[in-house]
């Protein structure tokens, strides 16, 4: 089966500091997703490219957050500086953006950040 | 922009009983409609979709979704619930043709031996 890979499955950072999240999306895939998934706000959408283009990033916090893809087999999401608030479950999915299989996302497993 | 509203935030049942889990959405044109099941501790998986076509679609593991345009609804149900079945369920709509899914808020399922 084809996977979105996500890294590090689980991180546990001080405030303040530099947390970068990694994402490789399913080979062919030419759409990615980052969601934050908290108890209060459920599943949020926080950027998502396509053709490694950003489309949409207007859910995430510009001020410390950021997202980019350096190339078609690797997607980043960065926080600098992070917050306790950050603490969540971020995660990635990829999907096609047209053409047979379009509109279905595959997630990957996540990565479950806490900032104490 | 496109909303989903799932009105049962938690759901308990006992084994073999019917399920249905409710989910609406605004949008008042073309949609593609689903549901996203998330066991514990884990990423989530597509249950099912409706993109066109017949409004009742099924999906895995015995879980099927009708699709009622009038009513701007695409309820989930399984007419027998499994203890397995305990899990966090999303429904999610995309539009205009592209695949930026808008979650509900999620229904939580409890199924007891």
């Known amino acids: 089966d084809a996977r979105v890979t996500q890294t590090p499955r689980h991180k546990v950072t001080e405030m303040g500091q530099e947390v970068t999240m990694r994402c490789q999306p399913i080979?062919?895939?030419?759409?990615v997703f980052w969601y934050r998934q908290t108890m209060m706000q459920g599943l949020e959408l926080l950027a998502y490219f396509r053709n490694r283009a950003p489309l949409d990033d207007s859910g995430m916090p510009k001020d410390r957050f950021s997202a980019e893809m350096p190339d078609a087999t690797l997607a980043t999401l960065k926080i600098q500086p992070s917050e306790p608030r950050d603490s969540a479950v971020y995660f990635c999915a990829s999907g096609l953006g047209q053409g047979s299989g379009a509109n279905v996302l595959t997630f990957g497993a996540g990565s479950r950040l806490t900032v104490l | 922009a496109q909303s989903v509203s799932q009105h049962n935030h938690h759901v308990i049942l006992s084994e073999a009983a019917s399920l249905e889990l409710g989910c609406n959405y605004s949008?008042?044109?073309?949609?593609?409609l689903f549901w996203y099941v998330q066991y514990p501790g884990q990423h989530l998986q597509l249950l099912l979709k409706?993109?066109?076509?017949?409004?009742l679609v099924k999906g895995i593991k015995g879980f099927e979704a009708e699709f009622i345009k009038s009513k701007f609804s695409f309820n989930l149900r399984k007419p027998s619930v499994q203890w397995s079945d305990t899990a966090e369920y999303f429904c999610a709509v995309s539009t205009g043709g592209g695949n930026k899914l808008t979650f509900g808020t999620g229904t939580q399922l409890k199924v007891e031996l």
């Open positions: 080979l062919g895939h030419n759409t």
């Open positions: 409706y993109f066109s076509g017949d409004p």
């Open positions: 949008y008042g044109g073309t949609v593609n």
